[in-house]
Structure formats: C-alpha cells, structure tokens
C-alpha cells in the first residue's frame, strides 16, 4: 500500500505529472467519447489494412477511459504511468469499482505478447513493422471496447459501499 501512496506522491509532486483539480463531469465525458472516436478509428484501421494505427487507436481508447475516471474523481494526468498508477491507488483505496484485471490488461498484455497494451502501442506507434497478428489485434480490440462500457457505466466513479 505504501508503494503506491509513494507512486501517488511522485506523481503529484510539482503538478508536472498529475495534478489534483476539483472533480470534472464535463472533461470525464468528454474522454468517454474521445474512448469512443478511439474505438471506431481502431475497427476502420483494423479493416482498411492499418493494424499499427489500430494498436495505438485501441490503447488510446483505454487510456482515454483511465482519463475519465481521473477527472471524475479529481486529477489531470500528463502521464502514461501516472494514470494507470492512480488508477491503482483508488482501487486499493476502494474508491471507485473497476476490475483490477482490466487495469493489469492495460499495462500486461503478457498473456498475448509479452508487452504490455502500452508498449505494444510505443512498438507500433514509433517503430516501422505495420502488421500485427490478427488474433492480438481482435483481442485487444474487443478487450479496449469491454474496458470503454464499463467505465462509461457511471457506477465505476463511486466509493465502494460495504
């Protein structure tokens, strides 16, 4: 618990990284349909040829999510790590209902690839190979849609009860 109370602290230290702000419905919206756009550029990629674009489209659509959960609850994030780290710490604090495993599949796509969603999207994204095997693809498609549903269902922004 500690480590990620220091991880939350580093975060925040200076307002560089993440800053704490007064919670903002209007922006959390906002990212939900950002997730959205994300998701239809994701599946027209993915059939125009273009799975590079479609990897990164699919990841920016979970972080947009991770986003609007932040600015619900009180952050602005400038920072990958931050976001998924925050993330973490409420769920440890039992302030807001979202799947651990959701979050782990963000950053550990192991299971898959040996690289997390973010690395994959960084491999993608700044590398020069374009094609991607089309099971990792359709799954981390189909996962970034289960992740966006379920953050734009309002009860992942609330504490816990019981």
């Known amino acids: 618990m500690q480590n990620l109370k220091d991880k939350l602290n580093w975060c925040l230290a200076k307002g560089k990284r ?23 550029a994701a599946d ?16 920016y659509a979970m972080y947009h999510s991770l986003l609007a959960i932040l600015f619900r609850k009180g952050f602005e994030s400038k920072n990958h790590e931050c976001t998924i780290n925050v993330i973490e ?8 209902d979202f799947g651990r ?21 960084e491999e993608f994204q700044y590398g020069t190979e374009t094609k991607v095997n089309k099971m990792i693809l359709q799954n981390l498609i189909h996962k970034s ?5 379920k953050v734009d269902d309002l009860k992942y922004f609330f504490v816990i009860e019981g």
């Open 145 to 149: 849609k289960e992740i966006v549903e």
């Open 101 to 121: 495993e959701d979050l782990m599949f963000i950053r550990a796509t192991e299971q898959m690839t040996g690289k997390d969603a973010k690395s994959l999207r």
């Open 89 to 96: 710490y409420l769920i440890e604090m039992k302030q807001i």
């Open 44 to 59: 027209y990629n993915m059939q125009g040829g273009f799975d590079d674009w479609a990897v990164s489209q699919a990841y």
């Open 18 to 40: 993440m800053k704490a702000i007064p919670p903002n419905i209007q922006l959390s919206k906002e990212h939900i349909e950002k997730a959205k756009h994300n998701l239809k």
